[in-house]
Structures are given as structure tokens and as C-alpha cells.
């Protein structure tokens, strides 16, 4: 039963449940399972579009196989080699082209750019994006860009999860669900880790760790997993990787910690690269950033003839790197320094020249690549006895250099996982991504992520935690005297016993009836609204006024209330949604009868409670002392 728009039905102990979500979730998720299948499919034509361009500008020729630029025609005849520095001027340019008369959304990784998107733009993207970003990306890598074809899926994905939560006419909180399901999807139909995709939308994107949000996202995965091997052939990133047949020994375990420090520090190094070749290029005031990826073309070209391997998304060196496909012997032992050292070095250099220049593309596979880069050269260091072999090395690199330059540590390890299958790594694993993460986390301010986003003028704050208003019910802090004001009362009688009462005077009262029920709230500014407007500021000619109206009479709605068991959260909700300070607090067993009142300063409490946990230091048991004094 209902009265007013309240319920009347006794509260049950089941009514504070444990989650917020309700059906909605439902029609979510099954938007959330179309979104994931369009995934799959994008992910399919931005790889075959690469593949596409990679063959075209560096072979001359059409093909959608994949192809890597050194493998082009331009590198196998060393007269024409120099013509490759003309290859990434030419990608940059269109790409610059694209950006100024298309969309500038489509410059950058994507990922800021999608956090732009929630944090801003209320979770809308364009159809425009959703068309441009994939293209100017596969024009951008196909033409030698050293970026990784997840960034722009990522963002393409999300950009076709918002259209579908705008078409569908959704809340502001739901397009955001639906844009992180499409960003995941894509991440998961691009390297099969749905797993991994999910922890990062939850630790980049979602802002928060809710069924409403969290169920939708592994569907949109789930389906990208599932239809991927029914689109993309395997092996496409890694393949003819031998996972450990035994548990890694603890020596190899605590070793991995010193990958995960020296990669955090390169973490460190090349974010501060790649803004500063940002600020760079923004000093350049009287060239358009149109040109810029242009301008960065040049740098990838010189690189390019330097290392022709850096070029590209490099999936085959990151194979290599974990002892797999065709170049597994070619970064080991000697060629460690001779051959992968040098390659690290111009692909770092490119790739933050590129990416600063403005021109699209993603960050992840770059940082694998790197990442697992330094994780070899660091373990190469370590004595034998420690049981850790190069491909170890190299997977922990990888895990913590996710852990320490995205600040996604549980993605950088479940990551590493999910590409390789090499479960008994895992240990080794998680504690190098959680040293890298806790490095920069202390030596960093902002992730090679947010600050792009920062840059801009918006704070990102990625400490999750439950919040404090949420543990503490309205019957904790409530004030349980109340004064209320009998309906029938006089208004200039209100104002003379209610508000104008020396030192006493509330902002609002409970109206009751004669038996004690409430029937609205009057305010102080209700009843000065009121006095004016009906002419009792001038008592000489509306004193018979004064003396008809009551206080029922100022009671402009039906009370707005709140339980004492209800959490303060839904009472700050409450008082936002309806645009009140103060709610009456009713009895569960008698929804009219008031028991208390809260107000926005009651809400303060909780929070008052959680800065003196953090703050205030306590010594129950004695150090010295005997028991009892």
C-alpha cells in the first residue's frame, strides 16, 4: 500500500540489500551482449585495415594478411630504404587532415580520450568518432606509427556503446556503463583477454565497482571472447608460447620485484617523454597542429631505418621477447645488447615523439613491448641460481609495466596471463606489477594516462573506496528531539514561537496533525515567501489575513522522509533529488509519525568519522607496560 507516494508497508530487514541494481539491469545487459558482438567485428575490420595499409604504403600492393613494415618491399631494397622515412609523413599528414576536418577526438591513444568522454561529456560520443578513429588508426600504424591497435578499438568501441545507450534514450549513468562495455569488448576482441578487459574498465573507466555496471561489461567481454576465434585467426599477438611446467621458485619471485622497480622507472621516464614532446610541440605557435603528426613522421622514419622492427604494432618482437614465434632466440644472450637494447631505445623515442605529436593510435602494445624489453635486460643481470629463465623476465616486465604506467596493476597481471596460459608465473606476476604500481603511485602524480586528462583542467581521483555515508544508517545520526508545529497554529504565531525564537530558531519544522502525523515541512524561507506574498508584511491592511492563514497553509508539498535504518547516502540523494536540507526521519512501523530529523550537516558525521580513522593514531595494547595499569 501507498499513501502520498509512500509506501505504508512494514520495512523488512531484506529491504537494505546488500546492491542498488535493479531490473534495468536486465535490458542493460542485453544491449551490453550487442554491443559486444559489434566489438568483435570492429576489431576485425581495424586489424584488416592496418594490414591493409601496412601492405599498401610499404609493398605497393593490396592485401588484408597480416604484414609488418620491415617485411615491406621498401626495406628489402636498401636503394629505396630511404624512401620509408616518407611513409610516416605521409600517414601523419592525412591523419593531421582527418583530425582538423573530421574530429579532433580522434588525436590521442583513446583511452584519455574515453575517460574524457565519461568524466565530460557525460558519457556521449559521436558516430563521427566511431567512423574516424578506427580509420585515422589503421592509417596512422599502417604507415609505421609504434602504436598498438587496441587504443583505437578501445575508443571506437566505447564511441558504438555510447550511440547505442543514445538511441535507446538512457541515463547519463547507463550510457557510461555501456561506453565501458564497448571499451572492454574491444580490448577483449582485440588481444582474447575478456578477463583483463573487464578489470580495466573497472580500474580506468568505471569509476566504480556496482553490478549495474560490472555485469554488463563481462557480458559485452563474454560475447567478444566467443565470437573472436570466428573472425580473428590465433596467434595474431602471441603464439608458440611454452607456459612453465612448474611453479616459479620463490628465489625467481622475489627477483621479480627488482623487474617491476626498474620497469616502474622506466614507466616514469616515458611518461615524462612523452609530455614533454607535447609541450614540445605546443610551442611551436605558429605551426597548426594539423601538421604535427607529420612533423612526428620524420622522427618515425629516421627510426624506422634505424630499427625497422619498431615500426608497426611489433607483434612479432613481442613474441620473441616471450621466447615464441620465429624471433625467439633473437633477443637472448648476446643479441640482448647488440640487438634488443638498441630496439627498445628508438622504439621509446618514436613512440613518445608520435604520440606527443597528436597523431592517433594505442598505448598497450608499445608498453609490452618495452616493458617486456627491460624485464629481459633486468633479469639478464641476475645470478642463475635464482631459477627465473628469460621468457619470466620478460612477462613480468610486460604485467608491471601495465602496473606502473597505466596504474592498472590487477589488469597488467591478469593480463599476462590471459596472453600466455602460464598460470604458475603468476606470483611473480603480481608482485612485479604491484612494485611498479607502487612506484609511481608515489614518485608520480598522474599516469601517462590522466594526464592528458589533467592537462585539460580535470582531476581524476582512482582511490576507490566505500563510502562513508554508505555504512552509517539515518537513525545514527539523526537528531531525535524534534520540535513540530501543530497544523493548526497561526502563521504569525509560527514565526514568533517557531523562528524568530532567540538562539533556538530552526530552519524547518515538521507539520503535524492532531494525531501526531506528519503532513509536510515548513522553512524559513516558505514562511518569509509566503508572508510577502499574500501581504502580511503589511499587518495594518492584511491583519484578517494573518489571523485565517495557519501553518498547513505553508506546506507547499507532501513530506519527503526517510527511514532510520535507510543508509545516509540514500538520504543525501533524497535531499538532492528534491532540493530540501533537512528530511523528517519516520518510524518503520508507523510511516507518518516522525522520530527524528536529518540534516545536511547530520551528513557530515560519517565522513568526520572516516577522517579521524584515517588521521587519528591509537595504542590499545602497552609496549613496556604491565597489564591493567
Known sequence: MTENGKSTTKPRLLQKGDFTAGARLLWISSLALIIGAACAVVAWVLLRLIFFFTTLFYSGRISFEQNFPWQGAVFQNRALMWLSVLVPVMGGLIVGLMARYGSDRIRGHGIPEALEAILIGRSRMS?????LKPLSSAISIGSGGPFGAEGPIIMTGGAFGSIIAQVFNLTAAERKTLLAAGAAGGMTATFNTPVAAVLLAVELLLFEMKPRSLIPVAVSCAVAAALRPLLIEPGTYIH??????AAVPWQAIACASLVGLFVGVFAMLLTLAVYATEDLFHRLKNVHWM???????????????????????????????????????????????????????????????????????????????IGGGVGLVVG?????????????????????????????????????????????TFPALLLASMVSYGFTVLVMKRSILTEKVARRGY???????????????????MTAEVVMIPAKTPVKQVLRDYFLV?????????????????????????????????????????????DVIIAYDLIHRDPITVYPWESCRTAAERMAEHGVGRLPVVSPDEPKMVIGMITRSDLLKPRARSVEEEGKRERFIGVGTRQGK
Not at 582531476?459 to 537513525?475: K, W
Open 291 to 369: 601538421w604535427w603528426p607529420a612533423m612526428g613522421g620524420v622522427v618515425i622514419g629516421l627510426g624506422g631505418i634505424l630499427q625497422p622492427r619498431a615500426l608497426g604494432i611489433s607483434a612479432d618482437v613481442i613474441n620473441g621477447l616471450l621466447g615464441a614465434g620465429p624471433l625467439q632466440n633473437d633477443y637472448i644472450g648476446a643479441a640482448l645488447f647488440t640487438a634488443l637494447v638498441p630496439l627498445l631505445l628508438v622504439k621509446a623515442v618514436i613512440w613518445s615523439t608520435s604520440l606527443g605529436s597528436g597523431t592517433s593510435g594505442g598505448v598497450l602494445a608499445p608498453l609490452l613491448m
Open 380 to 424: 639478464s643481470f641476475l645470478p642463475p641460481a635464482v631459477g627465473g629463465d628469460a621468457k619470466l623476465w620478460a612477462l613480468a616486465g610486460m604485467a608491471a609495466m601495465m602496473g606502473g604506467a597505466m596504474r592498472a596493476p590487477l589488469t597488467g597481471t591478469v593480463f599476462a596471463l590471459e596472453l600466455t596460459h602460464d598460470i604458475n
Open 459 to 477: 582531476h581524476i581521483n582512482y582511490e576507490y573506496s566505500v563510502d562513508p555515508l554508505e555504512v552509517v544508517s539515518v537513525g545514527d545520526v
Open 240 to 245: 608458440d608460447f611454452a607456459p612453465h611446467a
Open 502 to 546: 532567540a538562539g533556538k530558531g530552526h530552519q524547518a519544522y515538521p507539520v503535524v496533525d492532531a494525531a501526531g502525523k506528519v503532513l509536510g515541512v515548513v522553512t524559513r524561507r516558505n514562511l518569509l515567501e509566503d508572508w510577502v506574498s499574500v501581504g502580511l508584511n503589511q499587518p495594518d491592511e492584511m491583519a484578517p489575513a494573518a
Open 127 to 131: 558516430p563521427k568518432v566511431a567512423v
